[in-house]
């Protein structure tokens, strides 16, 4: 049976997850593109022959977006209504179900509920588009929680990213929604310092390797830094 929830108080503390590699373990925004691109032999080759350039963008913080952009436009390429889009992504869910559950982070969700449980204002706040988080979240019966995401729309015969909810931009979108005074907010990345840093208690949980130190150094002293299963990100056990 599904676990009720009191309705949170608007004076509530407002908590913010991130959803990629902080509830789910790895990149669900991807792992939906890959699987669109590989189900189409002409898919698989165009975005062959883009990833000597549109790779090294991926890697570069600055320049993800547009690197990104070009596998999301193969991979969508003749869908031209967002209605059509997240239908593809019901079905993508649906069919997937087995191994999306198996990425859903034990630790990150128990986490996620006690502050649902305890009254909190839960957000999600994630790049990926809002209704593959949703349908993922549906899963643990936490459908109802709000999320914000990247908003998509027609694009050059495909889809797009009309709005990345990522970095500064994703402050501002929680900000556009009412969600302005952070308590505690929940990340891996890089990306989302400027989320960190506006909440009061920011909590780093599976972060790269490389850049557990740099989370030291730029977050308050004591900032917890942890792991919540994700075997290959760095972080102290939880």
Same mark, same amino acid.
């Given at each position: ?5 009191? #309705? ?24 939906l ?11 698989m ?7 000597? #350039?549109?790779? &090294? ?35 993508? *869910? ?16 128990? #986490? ?27 899963? *643990?019966a ?9 908003? *998509? ?52 949980v ?5 850049r ?7 977050l308050?002293?004591?900032? &917890? #830094? ?13």
């Amino acid at each position: 049976m599904s676990e009720s929830y009191p #309705v949170p108080r608007d004076d509530a503390p407002l908590v913010v997850f991130d959803f990629d590699h902080t509830l789910y373990d790895g990149d669900s925004g991807s792992h939906l593109f890959a699987w669109l691109i590989r189900r189409n032999p002409l898919r698989m080759l165009a975005a062959l022959l883009i990833t000597p #350039v549109a790779g &090294p963008l991926v890697a570069l913080l600055p320049m993800r977006r547009f690197g990104i952009s070009g596998y999301v436009w193969i991979a969508t390429f003749g869908l031209h209504r967002a209605r059509e889009f997240n239908g593809i992504i019901d079905q993508y *869910v649906r069919t997937h179900e087995a191994d999306i559950r198996t990425r859903l982070l034990p630790q990150a969700l128990e #986490v996620f509920a006690a502050h649902r449980r305890a009254g909190d204002r839960v957000v999600v706040a994630t790049g990926a588009p809002p209704e593959l988080a949703r349908a993922i979240l549906a899963f *643990v019966a936490h459908q109802d929680v709000p999320v914000i995401g990247s908003e *998509v729309g027609p694009r050059l015969g495909a889809m797009g990213a009309t709005r990345h909810c990522h970095n500064e931009e994703k402050m501002r979108m929680l900000r556009e929604r009412g969600y302005g005074d952070i308590a505690i907010a929940y990340s891996d990345s890089t990306a989302d310092l400027p989320l960190l840093k506006a909440a009061k208690a920011p909590v780093v949980v599976n972060p790269k390797h490389s850049r557990v130190d740099y989370f030291r150094r730029v977050l308050p002293a004591g900032t &917890p #830094v942890f792991n919540w299963g994700c075997v290959d990100r760095g972080g102290d056990k939880a």
